[in-house]
């Protein structure tokens, strides 16, 4: 744990080094090149898991289904993380507007995208738990994984609030990031 507080604490203590001293151009192209790398990562693991999804979905999964898929998951979730995590001290660069529709398709996009990390982490663990071998290590990564997904939501979620616009938008980005 000391190991992992360490890291973070690194990676905070460079990213506030360094945020001060961008202008706005430099926030907006480093918010939307790491937005453009969560959304990739979002992408890829909603591409690389549907096999194995149908695959524990249509019975069970036998000896370790996902177990190709285990490293570049946790890999792709990690970059998730990163990205997140290094936006929370960017405002995104987008103007507060009165977009309603804009803002309820940001977050039915956000929605939508949770919905298929639930729906993994349910049928694994629910349903196929007991009539396929899982390891440790694949078990952390769902949840992993589950947990980039849901960062990747707020920061829809938030982007949603914004384009709507009002002082309820403000307050949204603070609190999701």
């Known amino acids: 744990m000391k190991l992992t507080e360490a890291v973070w604490s690194e990676v905070r203590a460079a990213v506030e080094r360094v945020v001060p001293e961008m202008g706005p151009a430099a926030r907006s192209v480093t918010y939307w090149i790491l937005f453009t790398l969560e959304s990739g990562g979002m992408i890829f693991i909603l591409w ?7 695959k524990l979905s249509a019975g069970p999964g036998g000896y370790r289904p996902g177990a190709p898929l285990t490293f570049p998951v946790f890999i792709v979730s990690l970059a ?3 990205s997140y ?4 001290t960017i405002r995104p660069p987008v103007q507060r507007g009165h977009n309603v529709l804009g803002g309820h398709l940001l977050l039915f996009l956000s929605r939508l995208s949770f919905i298929f ?3 993994n982490l349910s049928l694994l663990l629910f349903r196929r738990i ?3 071998t899982v390891s440790a290590f694949g078990v952390f990564v769902l949840f992993f994984s589950c947990f980039a997904q849901f960062c990747y939501v707020r920061e829809l979620e938030a982007l ?3 384009v709507e616009g009002g002082a309820a938008a403000e307050r949204a980005r603070t609190d999701a990031g």
Do not use: C
């Open 48 to 54: 690389i898991a549907l096999p194995v999804y149908q």
């Open 80 to 82: 998730m993380q990163v």
């Open 85 to 88: 995590w290094s936006k929370r």
């Open 117 to 119: 990390a639930g729906a």
């Open 130 to 132: 007991m009539d396929t």
């Open 160 to 162: 949603a609030r914004i």
